[in-house]
């Protein structure tokens, strides 16, 4: 578990919730092998975020390198935007309205063999890392969200960990917000460790996820949130 993971806080209720549906197994390939492949299950468009100047050293913002990859998908129509091993620090808001955008979007970081363990599991198995390679550091405090999505008849998110920070009160005010999104699909994924303190007059208070008039489903992932 990394430097991220190991955290203790106090006064805090963990609410973990579990989804666990088809199996899946994979191999944990090097990050060029993952984009060949993402590459070679289709025609569609796969992009790095590499190449819009991210950094993913855990100290660079990287959002404005998010944003761009993303608004380049939406111009070409959809694909897949891959997310290399790294961690990816995210202080300034992500946010695309892809009304317009026909095909679907993709998400995806680096596969792990990690599983969930399942419900009947002891609770130090439940909450396991799924040594997830690609970890995304939401860092846009209380007001802010950190990624807001909207407009997609479409979305795949997967083999993503978000992960919070002992240091702050409130990592972003909402980690992950789909907004009129006709199908959504979080899948092999974790949220660990994220504080959601902020307080909107017209939002109310703060989630890791929130989907707003829109089909979300979560499978095979760790979604975890703090509370004073």
């Not at 970081?109 to 970890?135: C, F, I, N, W």
């Not at 993503?160 to 990592?171: H, K, N, P, Q, Y």
């Amino acid at each position: 578990m990394n430097r991220f993971k190991s955290v203790r806080y106090t006064h805090v209720f963990l609410c973990v919730v579990w989804v666990l549906l088809n199996a899946f197994s994979s191999s944990a390939p090097a990050n060029a092998q993952s984009k060949k492949k993402l590459a070679a299950a289709g025609n569609e468009l796969v992009l790095s975020v590499a190449d819009f100047g991210s950094n993913g050293d855990g100290v660079t913002d990287d959002g404005p390198a998010f944003q761009r990859a993303l608004d380049a998908l939406a111009e070409a129509g959809g694909g897949t935007l891959f997310v290399p091993g790294g961690h990816y620090f995210i202080g300034s808001p992500v946010t695309k309205d892809f009304s317009g955008v026909s095909g679907s979007i993709t998400i995806q970081g680096v596969p792990s063999d990690t599983m969930p363990a399942p419900p009947t599991a002891t609770g130090q198995e439940l909450s396991r890392s799924l040594d997830l390679p690609s970890e995304i550091i939401p860092a846009t405090g209380s007001i802010d969200n950190a990624f807001t999505l909207a407009n997609l008849n479409h979305l795949t998110i997967q083999h993503l960990a978000f992960i919070g920070r002992a240091s702050e009160v409130t990592d972003a005010f909402i980690t992950l917000k789909l907004s009129d999104i006709t199908s959504a699909t979080i899948y092999h994924s974790e949220f660990y460790g994220i504080s959601t303190f902020g307080i909107i007059q017209s939002e109310g208070g703060g989630n890791v996820i929130r989907a707003v008039r829109s089909d979300l489903t979560i499978q095979q992932s760790f979604v975890s949130r703090m509370y004073s």
